[in-house]
């Protein structure tokens, strides 16, 4: 599956003040992520990726208050307001162990002893702060899988066996 270069990293939810400042909902693993990136980028309605300088960024609960230097009064921040942001891979970096959501969803999700595929990964959640994979079932419906070792064994998320490999528990495929 070809990844992709511009993952999104947050969305403009109201502005801030009259100098400008936009708040953005992150979706970065944490509003800290997103405050710390120097440039991030919006997408025209051509499909073109435009780089934005971030003058200052900081988190404010779980919101991010960002600055750009393109974006200098009250005026022109509300004209962003409802717009999504960019980040370029490259300039995210990952931990041990961490992936990016984009690059997960569309996996098969495979059972790690038989090789049964369940279905596709559709989404990832946070509900109460654990991720929850959602997948579309192979025979319709969804259904969750708590990410946890005990039931998400294994992720190969590039090459001949890509996929999410799991373990699940008695009526955890009952699907809605």
Known sequence: MAKQKYLECGKAVSTHGVRGTL????Y????????????????????E??????????????????TFE???TLEDAIAYKGTMFYADR??????KGERFIADLIGLDVIDYES????????DVITPGGRDVYVVN???GGKFMIPVVDEFVREIIDEGEREGIYV???EGMRETY
């Not at 970065?28 to 025209?44: G, S």
């Not at 934005?52 to 609960?61: D, G, L, N, P």
Request: aromatic share 4%; with cysteine; proline share 5%.
């Open 28 to 47: 970065c693993n944490t509003p800290e992520k997103l405050a710390k990136m120097r440039k991030i980028y919006r997408k025209t309605p051509a499909g």
């Open 115 to 122: 090789g049964e595929k369940y279905g596709t990964l559709d």
């Open 70 to 72: 393109e974006i200098t």
């Open 167 to 169: 373990t699940l528990i």
């Open 23 to 26: 708040r953005l909902e992150s």
């Open 137 to 139: 079932d192979v025979n």
């Open 49 to 66: 990726f435009v780089p934005m300088k971030v003058r200052a960024a900081s988190v404010q609960k779980n919101m991010v208050l960002c």
């Open 90 to 95: 490259n300039d995210m970096k990952l931990e």
